[in-house]
């Protein structure tokens, strides 16, 4: 006769053999799950409603035109990383050296030196930090809390060091005050990397630890905002 049927595997050993999702794999699927929810909400209602309801409303046609915009630059940053990557570090760049100006120095905007933060974000910020970032992932390629914590001790020793140094140099160049270089970093580098940990060790936790790799540097960047108002600040300070 035949044996009988082995009976299900229960729902914890089930569990046991599985593969633990990491935080980066969920995040992912977190982000896929959502969207496509979305999508098919978004979809189902516009077949059930009539046409002239749907697309009559601005807050409908609003959300449409800022759902289109996030995936031309999700398409952007698969097929041009570099330069996505580097317009938005200069916009963001030029943006915080506006709010520096304007609401804590309290001076007439220097559109000189608001071109000259958002050039510094263009050609040097943006394809920086999407080199950097890469280099770490093949480094430490790990997404466990050990390959974050690698990460994270590299991103905030060795890059933070230098490129506090080499932003302060950059600026100081562009403003024709090259020989002032030494005397800046002097006085400047300590409290800029005090300030830096403040607020980079936290928020480059959650960079490396839930952010996709190819978004990390957009995070980064909306971080910078905050981040570009104290530079921009102690980088013209006299």
Known sequence: PPSPPAPPASTASLAARSPPMLPSAISRAFVRRVGSLL?????GLKARCPKRAFSGTTKSRESFIGGRFINWYLHQLEVRPILTKSVTSAIIGGGG???CQKFVEGNKIDWFRNAKMSFIGLVMVGPTLHTWFGTLYRIAPSTDMRGVLVRLA???????AC????????VLTL????DQIPATIKKEWWPTMKANWYLWIPANFINFSFVPLRLQVL???NV???????????????
């Open 175 to 178: 403003d024709g005050k090259a």
């Open 219 to 221: 995070f980064a960047n």
């Open 154 to 160: 590299l991103d905030q020793t060795i890059f933070a």
């Open 39 to 43: 999508n098919e909400g978004f979809h």
């Open 97 to 99: 050296d506006l709010v």
């Open 224 to 238: 910078a905002l905050i981040w570009n108002v104290y530079l921009s600040m102690a980088s013209h300070r006299d």
């Open 163 to 170: 490129f506090t140094s080499a932003f302060f140099s950059a």
